[in-house]
């Protein structure tokens, strides 16, 4: 079993359509946690950190929730420049840093 | 462009031979890492470095991988006789941060493609 686990997807929505990915972890050790964007053949781009208390940028809701050790990412009103590969990051206070597989997200006209 | 960069962008190389990659983080920033990426796969975690002090070193490395950040600076990752297996995207990411990671920030990558 994967320490970060994700699924892949791909998820097809149509634009301004509100989409939920999830991320399961194992490691009860861990201490940060992060999403990040990743486009096709490009580096991955910090997205936004991952608070217990919830964390909201714009069209952007992160959630953590520690007891069942999975965290969450919600877009809402869709656009087009979403579609891209999201991964969800899980960090360890020694510095090691475990990235999912991503999940595929296509927004369509 | 005071982002994070890689040399070279692309290696081709002859299996057996070794290869040198360079990572120049954010100026400011103390940690840096090193991820292998195939495709399809997230980023697999090789190593991480505070200022020079290298703290983790991922299991999965086997001992043909080395890295340096002699000076706390700039970093270089050497995969030694090379072999088919080790084609992929070797990204460098750096953060600035004591205790609790603070996101990272990625360069463009080296692909390397071994024949």
């Known amino acids: 079993r994967k320490e970060v686990e994700q699924d892949p997807g791909p998820f097809n929505v149509p634009e301004g359509a509100t989409v939920a990915f999830n991320c399961t972890y194992s490691?009860?050790?861990?201490?940060?946690f992060f999403w990040y964007r990743q486009d096709c053949r490009k580096e991955p781009k910090l997205l936004m950190s991952?608070?217990?208390s919830g964390n909201e940028d714009g069209r952007f809701t992160a959630q953590l929730n520690r007891a069942s050790q999975y965290i969450s990412l919600l877009i809402r009103d869709s656009k087009l420049s979403d579609s891209a590969t999201y991964l969800c990051?899980?960090?360890?206070?020694?510095?090691?840093?475990?990235f999912g597989d991503g999940t595929t997200l296509t927004v369509k006209p | 462009d005071t982002g994070v960069s890689q040399d070279p962008r692309h290696k081709i190389t002859k299996r057996g031979q070794n290869v040198t990659f360079r990572c120049d983080p954010i100026?400011?920033?103390?940690?840096l890492y090193w991820y292998r990426q195939t495709l399809g796969q997230g980023p697999e975690f090789l190593t991480y470095?505070?200022?020079?002090?290298?703290?983790?070193k991922s299991r999965l490395l086997s001992d043909r991988f080395s890295a340096e950040r002699p000076k706390g600076s700039f970093s270089t990752l050497e995969i030694q006789r090379t072999e088919q297996g080790d084609s992929a995207m070797y990204l460098c990411?750096?953060?600035?941060?004591?205790?609790?990671?603070?996101?990272?920030?990625f360069g463009p990558g080296t692909r390397l493609t071994v024949t």
């Open positions: 990411a750096s953060s600035l941060g004591w205790g609790t990671e603070s996101g990272q920030y």
């Open positions: 490691n009860s050790a861990s201490q940060s």
């Open positions: 991952v608070y217990s």
């Open positions: 990051v899980v960090n360890t206070n020694a510095g090691k840093s475990t």
């Open positions: 100026s400011e920033h103390n940690r």
């Open positions: 470095f505070q200022n020079e002090a290298q703290l983790e």
